[in-house]
T-cell receptor
Framework: AQSVTQLGSHVSVSEGALVLLRCNYS??????LFWYVQYPNQGLQLLLK??????LVKGINGFEAEFKKSETSFHLTKPSAHMSDAAEYFC??????????????FGSGTRLSIRP | NAGVTQTPKFRVLKTGQSMTLLCAQD?????MYWYRQDPGMGLRLIHY???????AKGEVPDGYNVSRLKKQNFLLGLESAAPSQTSVYFC?????????????FGQGTRLTVV
C-alpha cells in the first residue's frame, strides 16, 4: 500500500528566501504524486502533479517539485517566498495501475510560515 | 460550474445522535472520497468509492458508513456520533486516468460532537 511522509510539520522562512518542503513516498508500483495547498478555512487546491511525463514539474504560484525515484522523494520548492505563500501544504500519492489510478493517500501536512 | 459541493458546512451534534453528510459532484468523476482532517494528522481517508454502487474502507473507517447509489453523490453517515468524530470532513472526487487524475475537493464540513 502506498504512503507519504512529510518531514517537518512546520517550516518558517523569511520573505524572499528559498522554500523547501520535503516529501518522501512509498509505493510498490510507479506512483502519481501531488502537492496541494490549503489556505485557512478553505478546501485543498492542487499546486502541481507528477504523472511520469517529466521529473521536474512546475506548478502554480512559482512552485515546482522534482521526482527522484532513487530517493523516493518529491520535494516542493520555490526560489523566493512571498507572504501570500503562508498556508498548509500536503503531499499525496496514488499508484499507477494498468488502466487507472488507485485511491489517493495524503501526508500529515507542513505548515509554512513567512517572516517579514 | 459547481465542482464538488458538501452539505452542510457546519453542524453540532450531541453524543449518540446520527447524521448524514452529502457530497455531490458535477464533473462525472468515477472516484469519490471522504477524508477527515485533524490538527497534526493531515487528511486521513475514511471511505472511498471507485464507481456507482461500490464502496471501500480507507485508513479510518470505524464509526462511519457510506453509500454511492448515484454516480454524482457520495454520502457519509455517522450512526452514533462520538466526541472523537469532531473534525473537518472533506469530500473529493477524481477521474482516475493519466491526464486527469488529481482529486478535486469540496469546501469542507466542520462537525462538532458535544
Amino acid at each position: 500500500a502506498q504512503s507519504v511522509t512529510q518531514l517537518g510539520s512546520h517550516v518558517s522562512v523569511s520573505e524572499g528566501a528559498l522554500v523547501l518542503l520535503r516529501c518522501n513516498y512509498s509505493s510498490s508500483v510507479p506512483p502519481y504524486l501531488f502537492w496541494y495547498v490549503q489556505y485557512p478555512n478553505q478546501g485543498l487546491q492542487l499546486l502541481l502533479k507528477y504523472t511520469s511525463a517529466a521529473t521536474l514539474v512546475k506548478g502554480i504560484n512559482g512552485f515546482e517539485a522534482e521526482f527522484k525515484k532513487s530517493e523516493t522523494s518529491f520535494h516542493l520548492t520555490k526560489p523566493s517566498a512571498h507572504m501570500s505563500d503562508a498556508a498548509e501544504y500536503f503531499c499525496a500519492v496514488s499508484e499507477q495501475r494498468r488502466s487507472s489510478a488507485s485511491k489517493i493517500i495524503f501526508g500529515s501536512g507542513t505548515r509554512l510560515s513567512i517572516r517579514p | 460550474n459547481a465542482g464538488v459541493t458538501q452539505t452542510p458546512k457546519f453542524r453540532v451534534l450531541k453524543t449518540g445522535q446520527s447524521m448524514t453528510l452529502l457530497c455531490a459532484q458535477d464533473m462525472n468523476h468515477e472516484y469519490m472520497y471522504w477524508y477527515r482532517q485533524d490538527p497534526g494528522m493531515g487528511l486521513r481517508l475514511i471511505h472511498y468509492s471507485v464507481g456507482e454502487g461500490t464502496t471501500a474502507k480507507g485508513e479510518v473507517p470505524d464509526g462511519y458508513n457510506v453509500s454511492r447509489l448515484k454516480k454524482q453523490n457520495f454520502l457519509l453517515g455517522l450512526e452514533s456520533a462520538a466526541p472523537s468524530q469532531t473534525s473537518v470532513y472533506f469530500c473529493a472526487s477524481s477521474y482516475p486516468r493519466v491526464v486527469v487524475t488529481e482529486a478535486f475537493f469540496g469546501q469542507g464540513t466542520r462537525l462538532t460532537v458535544v
